[in-house]
């Protein structure tokens, strides 16, 4: 079975910084996908970014990017230009096609940004 | 922007009630999920379809909670009788999925319920 560790369980930054939250994770297959969502506390889940096994290049979008190290099964999130409005929960996720694409997520990490 | 629709938002209910929660997953998705957040185990699979056929329940107390797609437009999660052990987010999320490609999954806003 998968797991995902997040070993950060709070983070703070102040505004304006960047900030890196940590991800592993653990398995035997050589295609499947990983994710970061966001969690505010309103409670949606939103996906923030998703990254393919296979590609080499790691995903970006605007602000947020990942460091996505295939052989050392990791798969952090760097926020560039912390905003407030980027306080939530941020969860790794991973899912492999084969089996159902099903979404494993880890325990979480709470960003706390400030002033 | 297309939207997994869930209801309750809220739900409070005594302990042996029946509590049925809804979903309503973005049109054209051929997967649905039930996720479960608590504090204490954080998000946990309870079940999932592919073309409203279900893949895999055992994330779900078998005695209690079912799970069912009637079509394509509703996913329910059915809980009877309900326990103070089941207050918890419950989550609806559905995508496009296949064999050898996945993307993201869109999440509802979640059912907050609360057995007392």
């Known amino acids: 079975a998968q797991t995902v560790t997040q070993s950060q369980p709070e983070m703070s930054v102040q505004e304006a910084e960047t900030v890196t939250l940590s991800c592993t994770y653990d398995?035997?297959?050589?295609?499947?996908?990983l994710f970061w969502y966001k969690q505010p506390p309103s409670r949606q889940m939103i996906l923030v970014i998703r990254q393919e096994a296979y590609k080499q290049q790691n995903a970006t979008e605007n602000r947020f990017s990942v460091n996505f190290q295939k052989a050392a099964k990791s798969f952090s999130l760097k926020i560039s230009d912390s905003q407030l409005g980027d306080t939530a929960m941020y969860f790794c996720a991973f899912m492999k096609p084969r089996g159902g694409n099903k979404l494993t997520f880890g325990t979480g990490t709470q960003l706390k940004v400030e002033l | 922007d297309a939207r997994v629709t869930q209801t309750p938002r809220h739900k409070v209910t005594e302990m042996g009630q029946e509590v049925t929660m809804r979903c309503q997953p973005i049109l054209g998705h051929n997967t649905v999920f039930w996720y479960r957040q608590t504090m204490m185990q954080g998000l946990e699979l309870l079940a999932y379809f592919r073309n409203r056929a279900p893949l895999d329940d055992s994330g779900m107390p078998k005695d209690r909670f079912s799970a069912e797609m009637p079509d394509a437009t509703l996913a329910t999660l059915k809980i009877q009788p309900s326990e103070p052990r089941d207050s918890a987010v419950y989550f609806c999320?559905?995508?496009?999925?296949?064999?050898?490609?996945?993307?993201?999954?869109?999440f509802g806003s979640g059912t907050r319920l609360t057995v007392v």
């Open positions: 398995t035997s297959e050589s295609n499947y996908y």
């Open positions: 999320a559905s995508g496009l999925a296949t064999p050898t490609v996945a993307y993201g999954y869109t």
